[in-house]
């Protein structure tokens, strides 16, 4: 149990695009999801929660307009990287969790690389 | 401002032996902690978690240590096994933050046969 899913997981595209991620909680209802960004070598870098139904909540220094995230059932979220930079390559992981417990369930995660 | 610090970025043990990778945090509001193992391209892997209620959670092969007056934890993994080998992180949580996790900068473990 507890798998979630992410698509694609490899993107290539060119500078000004806008790329999607999504995020699937497969065999349980999430009722909040996660998306997290990890450079080489580094942590993982909480970007934004979402909670179903609701406007997601952004962690300081990372625009909301840049990044944009939609979560529109208990089983999807979405992350849309718009007007992508070289900057904005990076490793994009989603999480899902219950409403019952702390634990986040990972998603395998997305390598996006902006050319 | 790294509020959950693992100060070994790596760590060598040999197979059948005790590894034991460290935690530090500095906030003392965090109430529940959880260890993830991770493999290169590829999202964390739950491993085992402890409410700071608690001092000690065993699960097969994997213990976790907490001690909240040194505000320090450890897992402990015995017998070590080289599929063991990979990144671990530590993740903190506290309920006023909705339950976000804090992460660790991790512990690359290698198990050598």
């Known amino acids: 149990g507890a798998v979630v899913s992410q698509h694609p997981s490899r993107v290539i595209c060119k500078s000004g695009t806008s790329v999607k991620i999504e995020c699937r909680s497969l065999?349980?209802?999430?009722?909040?999801m996660f998306w997290y960004r990890q450079f080489p070598k580094k942590s993982l870098m909480l970007m934004a929660t979402?909670?179903?139904?609701?406007?997601?909540?952004?962690e300081q220094g990372v625009e909301k307009d840049k990044f944009l995230i939609n979560h529109a059932s208990l089983t999807l979220s979405t992350l849309t990287v718009t007007s992508a930079h070289p900057e904005d390559s990076s490793f994009y992981i989603c999480s899902a969790r219950t409403g019952f417990s702390y634990e986040q369930y990972f998603g395998p995660g997305t390598r996006l690389t902006v050319t | 401002d790294q509020q959950v610090k693992q100060n070994s970025p790596s760590l060598s043990v040999q197979e059948g032996r005790i590894s034991i990778l460290n935690c530090d945090y500095t906030n003392s509001m965090f109430d529940y902690f959880l260890w993830y193992k991770k493999y290169p391209a590829e999202g964390p892997t739950f491993l085992i978690s402890?409410?700071?209620?608690?001092d000690k959670n065993e699960d097969g092969r994997f213990t976790v240590f907490l001690n909240k007056s040194a505000k320090h934890l450890s897992l402990h993994i015995v017998p070590s096994q080289p599929g063991d080998s990979a990144v671990y992180f530590c993740a903190a949580s506290k309920k006023s933050s909705g339950d976000k996790l804090t992460f660790g900068t991790g512990t690359r473990l290698a198990v050598r046969p």
């Open positions: 402890i409410s700071s209620i608690k």
């Open positions: 065999d349980f209802q999430a009722t909040t």
């Open positions: 979402s909670n179903e139904g609701s406007k997601a909540t952004y």
